[in-house]
Nanobody, 127 residues
Framework: QVQLVESGGGLVQAGGSLRLSCAASGRTFSSYALGWFRQAPGKEREFVAVIRWSGGSTRSTAYTASVKGRFTISRDNAKNTVYLQMNSLKPEDTAVYYC?????????????????WGQGTQVTVSS
């Protein structure tokens, strides 16, 4: 059974940093896209970032506009883990963050492209 387990969330002041981790088990995702989404209170879940696999060690990434230059997605295939380094955090980044795994190498920003989801980890940024 596939499981995705997020960790690393918490409370941080504006301008601070957090690093989220998502460990996958039950399947190797080294050849598939892995993404992060978030859901703020009262809002729909939205895409944050994706890291794809393009063959060998080649990977491509994409980010939603509001986090470009502040967030970095990366992966460690040996650990079957994806990370989200979040710097210069803002109160509007407050949300539950979910990692997701796709069934293909080139998933994008829509939820339907992802087959597996974690339970989420809370990130709260105080002003």
């Amino acid at each position: 059974q596939v499981q995705l387990v997020e960790s690393g969330g918490g409370l941080v002041q504006a301008g601070g940093s957090l690093r989220l981790s998502c460990a996958a088990s039950g399947r190797t995702f080294s050849s598939y896209a892995l993404g992060w989404f978030r859901q703020a209170p009262g809002k729909e879940r939205e895409f944050v970032a994706v890291i794809r696999w393009s063959g060998g060690s080649t990977r491509s990434t994409a980010y939603t506009a509001s986090v470009k230059g502040r967030f970095t997605i990366s992966r460690d295939n040996a650990k079957n883990t994806v990370y989200l380094q979040m710097n210069s955090l803002k109160p509007e980044d407050t949300a539950v963050y979910y990692c997701a795994a796709a069934g293909t190498a080139i998933a994008g920003s829509t939820e339907r492209e992802y087959d597996y989801w974690g339970q989420g980890t809370q990130v709260t940024v105080s002003s």
